[in-house]
């Protein structure tokens, strides 16, 4: 049987590279693209090799779009491609539009007219509930969004529920709650944390500036993640799902336990930095799943606790490899020992 394949906007962020890894061990055709930029951004996928192909274009350009879909006839189409940091969001509110809002118009449309048969998964975002007007969110709950990201995310979400019932085409969007792994970009406030503990752990650092302590997410494992979204392309019926683990977390109780698991108390090294706070905060922010657990068999594998350690534990190895390959005649800071 010809296998099924499977076309990924944003194959080099943290999202892509596990979506690929599933559909690869599902035996899929899996096709990628990726922008063209001065210096390599392929490290999340370099260990994929010529498993993936990887083809040149660009969400804000639409021939490079058309092109792709029509040489590659997808069977699914995964828009994971966007500006997604939301304090960028904030200095280059335009570019975030153009990308994370237009961008998804401009795939759809690369999809309609040449391959309006393949599904198509649109990456939407708890960020579209902000201030939120009710809690736990779901489905029904009503948006609100608090930053041009989040606003550009629920232009992309009514963009694709448009081309669902417009065209009829098989267009859907997960609203994903906060997920986070070893392969998340470092100005993400977990990541962020994680790697500045690892470097505080190997005497590199003594400091970790950050922001608004008192936000909550729920935040979840990348890679339990990724495998609804492709649950969702298989429904008889194109349906949007929130996937969340239903917990909420302060970012305080996140440095609590990273500084814990190598053996440092936060308070000691967190310094809080005014310059870091949003000019418009989510304050709280906790899913209800129900529906992807009845119709997607969703269910979070990675507790918050085990999330954590796990992201701890990937970047003192880290640390400790870069440590590794500097010059033998820089002076090495000593390792302390953490446990
Ligand atoms: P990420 O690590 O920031 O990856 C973003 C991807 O988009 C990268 O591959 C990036 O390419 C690509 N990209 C950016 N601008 C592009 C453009 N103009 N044309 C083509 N590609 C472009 O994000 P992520 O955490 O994997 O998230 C995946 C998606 O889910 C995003 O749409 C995000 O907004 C959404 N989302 C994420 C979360 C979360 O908690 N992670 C939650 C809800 C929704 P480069 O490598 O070249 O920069
Ligand atoms: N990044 C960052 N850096 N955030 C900080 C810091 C800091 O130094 N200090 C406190 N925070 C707080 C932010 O103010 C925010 O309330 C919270 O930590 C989480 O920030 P991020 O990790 O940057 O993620 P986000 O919640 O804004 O956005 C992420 O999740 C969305 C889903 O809700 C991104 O992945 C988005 O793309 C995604 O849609």
């Known amino acids: 049987m010809k296998p099924r394949t499977a076309l990924i906007t944003g194959i080099t962020g943290q999202?892509?590279?596990?979506?690929?890894?599933?559909?690869?061990?599902?035996?899929?055709?899996?096709?990628?693209?990726?922008?063209?930029?001065?210096?390599h951004a392929d490290g999340r996928i370099q260990h994929l090799g010529d498993r993936v192909e990887l083809f040149g274009a660009d969400l804000l350009d639409q021939t490079s779009l058309l092109s792709i879909v029509d040489q590659v006839q997808p069977d699914e189409v995964y828009n994971l491609a966007a500006q997604s940091f939301v304090t960028t969001s904030?200095?280059?509110?335009?570019?975030?539009?153009?990308?994370?809002?237009?961008?998804?118009?401009?795939?759809?449309?690369?999809?309609?007219?040449?391959?309006?048969?393949?599904?198509?998964?649109?990456?939407?975002?708890?960020?579209?509930?902000?201030?939120?007007?009710?809690?736990?969110?779901n489905e029904r709950t009503p948006f609100y969004p608090r930053s041009p990201y989040g606003?550009?995310?629920?232009?992309?979400?009514?963009?694709?529920?448009?081309?669902?019932?417009?065209?009829?085409?098989?267009?859907?969007?997960?609203?994903?709650?906060?997920?986070?792994?070893?392969?998340?970009?470092?100005?993400?406030?977990?990541?962020?944390?994680?790697?500045?503990?690892?470097?505080?752990?190997?005497?590199?650092?003594?400091?970790?500036?950050?922001?608004?302590?008192?936000?909550?997410?729920?935040?979840?494992?990348?890679?339990?993640?990724?495998?609804?979204?492709?649950?969702?392309?298989?429904?008889a019926q194109p349906q949007d799902y929130v996937v969340a683990t239903g917990e909420t977390h302060s970012v305080r109780e996140f440095c609590e336990l990273a500084f814990s698991e190598v053996g440092l108390d936060w308070e000691d090294h967190v310094v809080r930095d005014p310059s870091l706070l949003r000019p418009a905060e989510v304050d709280c922010l906790v899913g209800d799943a129900s529906a992807a657990r009845r119709d997607l068999g969703w269910t979070p594998g990675v507790g918050f606790a085990d999330l954590v350690r796990i992201m701890v534990e990937a970047d003192v190895m880290l640390v400790a490899r870069e440590l590794e390959r500097r010059p033998t005649d820089e002076p090495l800071a000593a390792v302390p020992k953490w446990r």
């Open 90 to 137: 904030w200095q280059q509110p335009v570019l975030t539009g153009e990308v994370t809002a237009l961008g998804v118009t401009r795939l759809l449309e690369a999809a309609r007219l040449a391959c309006p048969t393949a599904r198509v998964y649109q990456a939407s975002s708890s960020e579209m509930f902000g201030n939120v007007t009710e809690t736990p969110q």
């Open 151 to 235: 606003i550009s995310k629920l232009y992309g979400h009514w963009i694709a529920v448009n081309y669902r019932e417009s065209y009829g085409m098989f267009v859907t969007s997960g609203i994903l709650f906060n997920h986070e792994s070893p392969r998340r970009g470092r100005e993400f406030v977990t990541r962020k944390i994680t790697h500045q503990v690892a470097r505080i752990a190997h005497g590199l650092d003594r400091e970790l500036r950050l922001g608004n302590l008192d936000a909550r997410r729920d935040w979840g494992y990348a890679p339990d993640y990724v495998r609804t979204m492709r649950e969702m392309l298989q429904r």
């Open 15 to 39: 999202d892509g590279s596990y979506l690929a890894e599933h559909l690869l061990d599902l035996d899929y055709r899996v096709v990628g693209i990726t922008r063209r930029t001065s210096s």
